[in-house]
């Protein structure tokens, strides 16, 4: 079992900036990637980002690339997603994701059946 927690999430005004956390514990060292998601209101819940938890690789939705950046500290068993340039359509509830050691293409890592363990969410509203 892998447990995660995010923090990091709060209120801005558009134009600012939010790094969320995702700390890690329980069964990590199996871990293929982690990834980002997030679900506004009456919205279902979508890919943003993702990472490779041993070795190098990110993946990241249209939307936010250029403004939001993912990143990793095995040290820590922790990933971050930092959030630059935020958009009132950035307002949600932000979740982050984990695997049983699934090795597969990048390309589906913004699948959400690709990731068996969830975290409570963290979450962001950002005022216009």
């Known amino acids: 079992q892998v447990q995660l927690v995010e923090s990091g999430g709060g209120q801005v005004q558009a134009g600012g900036s939010l790094r969320l956390s995702c700390a890690a514990s329980?069964?990590?060292?199996?871990?293929?990637?982690v990834g980002w998601f997030r679900q506004a209101p009456g919205k279902e819940r979508e890919f943003v980002a993702a990472?490779?938890?041993?070795?190098?690789?990110?993946y990241y939705t249209n939307s936010v690339k250029g403004r939001f950046t993912i990143s990793k500290d095995n040290a820590k068993s922790t990933v971050y997603l930092q959030m630059n340039d935020l958009q009132a359509e950035d307002t949600a509830l932000y979740y982050c994701?984990?695997?049983?050691?699934?090795?597969?293409?990048?390309?589906?890592?913004?699948?959400?059946?690709?990731?068996?363990?969830w975290g409570q969410g963290t979450q962001v509203t950002v005022s216009s």
């Open positions: 994701a984990t695997d049983r050691g699934k090795s597969t293409g990048i390309s589906s890592w913004k699948n959400r059946d690709e990731y068996d363990y």
């Open positions: 990472i490779r938890w041993n070795g190098y690789g990110t």
């Open positions: 329980g069964r990590t060292f199996s871990t293929y990637k």
